[in-house]
């Protein structure tokens, strides 16, 4: 486990390995009054800087200590998942707030009933218990998001994009975020060939489908983790040699080897996931990300962590979306690469979404890629 602090706003920063705490049981410090340190860390398997989904988590805790900058921040990086439950109960002595990223930390509800006066803020999923039923907690924000809406918004930009008409999504693991994402992205490419002329193929490849949570085959593109590289880029480039010239990546620290295949091809490009992922895309002079699809999660971060500054908190497990802005995609001038028919085309099916007059297919939302509300 690698931890990563940063006391107040002149951010001394320290990176150090830390084992595993074994054994026995230690004293709990007591929880700092309102107005004292507030002392907050985010356990990661990907790490904070690897220009998504940690990342953008990281970054809500960054602007958390910009407003309050006597708050103590730190970075703590698991990158083995089998373990990420046992480093939360070695840690969470130390700290006041977690923030956990991620459908493998979901086991946590039993180590946070255990600790009634620590919370954490829990992305990507809702917590369970010992038992592995899902659980809502007095101490745990759960904040879930309708990936399915973001990837929807880059499936439609892959769609209107295209060159040679084959189109991909890429994923880390088969986490429900992530069939949400792949679901979006070939609804989206659905529904831009069907309204908007777009005549865009999905492909896949049968040796890296996924297979869900519930043992359901799902299809797509999963390279089998959130820090493989190497695979990443393996499966990049067995797309491309397919004919892909669009890819929507979600997967991660292991979508930057997809990046660098991306890189090393011609008339290639990328459509980033949960952040905007534009300063990534540059190739020399030029810039391969045509746009990213947005999960909110930094704006969120912040407010939770205030609420609990401010003695407002309160845990529960929600669903975040487009009505709350909380997904969308990046359309800002000068952070994408979509032509004006693409932008036009993408506020229009936007507004359709906001209004609810749209339901892209989710991992279990009972839709399906080719048959989904205002398909």
């Known amino acids: 486990m690698k931890i990563f602090r940063m006391a107040g706003a002149l951010a001394l920063l320290a990176l150090f ?3 595993v705490f074994a054994g026995g049981k230690r004293d709990t410090p007591a929880v700092p009054a309102a107005g004292s340190v507030l002392r907050v860390a985010i356990l990661t398997t990907s790490g904070v800087d690897d ?8 970054n809500g805790i960054l602007e958390f200590s910009r407003l309050n900058p006597e708050a103590d921040i730190t970075s703590i990086k698991e990158p083995d998942m089998a373990k990420v439950v046992t480093a939360v ?3 969470i002595a130390d700290y006041d707030v977690l923030v956990l990223p991620g459908f493998q930390f979901a086991p946590v509800g039993s ?9 954490v803020i829990l992305v990507d999923t809702a917590p369970t ?6 659980v809502e ?3 745990i924000y759960s904040m879930q998001f309708h990936e399915e809406e973001s990837g929807f918004f880059a499936g ?3 769609a209107l994009e295209t060159k040679s008409g084959k189109v991909a999504v890429v994923n880390g693991m088969a986490f429900p975020s992530n069939v949400n994402y792949q679901f979006g992205f070939m609804s989206g490419v659905n529904y831009a060939n069907r309204h908007f002329g777009a005549k865009a193929q999905c492909i896949e490849l049968p040796s890296y489908a996924g297979t869900d949570v519930t043992g359901k085959p799902v299809g797509g593109n999963y390279i089998g983790g959130f820090a493989d590289e190497a695979t990443g880029k393996v499966v990049g480039q067995a797309l491309i040699n397919q004919g892909v010239d669009v890819m929507h990546v979600a997967a991660g620290a292991s979508g930057n080897g997809v990046f660098t295949a991306a890189k090393e091809a011609s008339g290639v490009y990328l459509v980033g996931c949960d952040v905007d992922q534009y300063d990534d895309g540059f190739k020399g002079s030029e810039n391969i990300m045509l746009t990213s699809g947005l999960k909110v999660m930094h704006t969120n971060v912040t407010r939770q962590l205030q609420a609990i500054k401010d003695g407002s908190f309160r845990g529960q497990n929600v669903l975040l979306g487009a009505d709350t802005d909380s997904t969308g995609y990046v359309s800002a001038e000068g952070r994408s690469r979509l032509s004006a028919n693409t932008r036009a085309r993408l506020q229009e099916a936007y507004d359709l979404l906001k209004a609810g007059k749209i339901v892209p297919a989710a991992n279990f939302n009972g839709h399906t890629p080719a048959n989904f509300p205002g398909l």
Do not use: M
Not at 111 to 116: F, G, K, M
Not at 129 to 134: C, L, R, S, V, Y
């Open 17 to 19: 390995a830390s084992p």
């Open 51 to 58: 220009g998504s989904f940690g990342e953008d988590c990281w």
């Open 89 to 91: 109960a070695d840690v």
């Open 111 to 119: 180590v946070l009933q255990d600790n009634p006066d620590r919370k």
């Open 129 to 134: 218990d010992a038992e592995g039923n899902t």
């Open 137 to 139: 907690l007095p101490n």
């Open 156 to 158: 439609i930009a892959a």
